[in-house]
């Protein structure tokens, strides 16, 4: 698959890891962990964005803890159409963009947000956007967290229900190699979750 098929397999994905799916699952531990991550280190007036949102449900929980200045972008346009039905007060406050994530850095200015984040999203992107990953350290002002699968070796390729390909990161070096610097990881039982800090 090239860029664009995969592209087109997330804008279109239905079923299972959809947006409904997920929304039905709703916050979880990972909302949970990311949420505990950010009490730490930023205040609740941080401009967050979440690469990969889908229905909103890592936004929702940071929402309801406080955090007022939210932004998501997912490919999956559906994905913000449940995000409006599933999430109203998140949908009305925060700002939401229907487009695949190396579009949208594009037109961000630097250190235009304090935190980004994702999760099991950038483990997605095809390798002819790898230069997404400069965007990403080039938009964050303080904190990177990826919360990604580092189960293979890094360039092997694994594929989620035969379609849907899975790259391995090594997500240490992707993010270092852009400038930023790992400040603490969290062996989990399917992701690695790492938190990189943007240069002062």
């Keep these: ?6 592209r087109e397999e997330w804008a279109d994905r239905s079923g299972e890891y959809s947006p409904a799916y997920y929304a039905y699952y709703g916050a979880d531990e990972t909302s949970e962990l990311v949420q505990s991550i950010l009490a730490e280190h930023v205040e609740q007036d941080a401009a967050i964005l979440e690469v990969g949102c889908s229905s909103g449900r890592h936004l929702a929980a940071l929402s309801d803890a406080g955090y007022s200045d939210l932004t998501g972008v997912d490919i999956n346009a559906d994905a913000l159409d ?6 109203p007060d998140l949908a009305a406050t925060g700002s939401f963009h229907a487009m695949a994530i190396e579009e ?3 037109d961000v200015a630097d250190d ?10 950038l483990q997605h992107l095809h390798p002819d956007v790898d230069w997404a990953f400069e965007e990403l350290a080039r938009i964050v002002d303080d904190l990177l967290i990826t919360v990604e699968n580092e189960g293979g070796d890094p360039g092997e390729v694994n594929y989620v229900d035969d379609n849907v390909p899975l790259y391995y990161r090594d997500w240490n070096a992707v ?4 400038g930023l610097t790992e400040v603490d990881s969290i062996d989990g039982k399917r992701d690695t979750v790492r938190i990189f800090q943007a240069p002062k």
């Design 1 to 6: 698959m090239d860029s664009t098929d995969i």
């Design 82 to 87: 449940v995000l409006a039905e599933t999430y």
């Design 104 to 106: 949208f850095v594009t």
């Design 112 to 121: 235009a947000y304090d935190v980004v984040f994702s999760v099991e999203t």
């Design 175 to 178: 993010f270092t190699d852009c």
